[in-house]
């Protein structure tokens, strides 16, 4: 048992902790492997990846989880013990990796392999890569990480945005307009960059009225944000929320939905390309918010370099959110 204070002592902050961005230099200490090659000689080893969880985790040093304190010792058995409270911690406690029976370094094998993958993969897919002895094991993998794909208090869109909706699971020849019968009906925001697309949220809603819209809104945008939306009445409160709001009338203008409001639809299209090409349309509507999240964080990170980048944000990530079991995943999104 040994004091620990300010940093973990068997951390190597030099190799594992500080990334700031993707343009570190290869040679100055970028934190997190480029290339399967480096990832193997990174993590060949349980230890190995025990210690990069807790440079994550723990950037300057050892916290209590419980009362805050940065004083304590690592115990014989790999626990860290708070000199304030005695709380005795792990690194993996109170994160995904909590509880799990698998070595970590199957877990960055399967992280890895998620985030190496531009279009991402099936529960099948990882089961056979990882040698999973159950279908269900790969699929619990696969949504606690969807979870932690979604960075806790991450910033709301800002500028101007436009926000529409869009229907996935299928056609319908017998509905009318926004009338919603088997399909789920996803509101869409997206930031406007000159002629391109900025950032973009996405989120399975009841229905096309205010009550399902403006919710959406103001999860997804900072207030004093431009708002463009078509013409559709349910958009209609959005300046007593604060938002600025311009309409943009597809029948006034004569112009095309998907030149009227060109990012939404563009994301819309992409977004049902996906559903089809990596999942063959095969996702339930009780779980379509976790692959709804999946796409935005594919999609908000798409310009970056290296693909290692997106491993060393889901890991990030990861530590931050609050381990979730099966039933809670099985149950949905919103399960209670």
Known sequence: MFPLEGVCPSLSRSQYVGVTSETDHPTGGVHYPRTVTEFDKWFSTEAACEDYVRGVRWPTGFQCPACGARRGWETGRGLFRCASCARQTSATAGTIFEGTRKPLRLWFQAIWYLTSQKQGVSALGLQRVLGHGSYRTSWTWLHKLRRAMVRPGRDRLSGEVEVDETFVGGSETDTDGRERVMR?????????????????????????????????????????????????????????????????????????????MPRVHRVASLLKRWWLGTYHGAISELHLDYYLDEFTFRFNRRTSRARGLLFYRLIQQAVEIEPAPYHELRGGKDYR
């Open 184 to 260: 789920s009906m996803v509101a869409v925001a997206a930031e406007v960059r000159g002629h391109g697309i900025g950032r973009i949220r996405m989120a399975v809603v009841e229905d096309a009225s205010a009550g399902s819209l403006i919710p959406f809104i103001q999860n997804s945008v900072s207030e004093g944000s431009l708002i463009r939306t078509d013409g559709w009445s349910g958009y209609g409160p959005l300046p007593r929320h604060g938002y600025r709001h311009r309409r943009t009338s597809v029948r006034g203008t004569g112009l095309p939905p998907h030149v009227a």
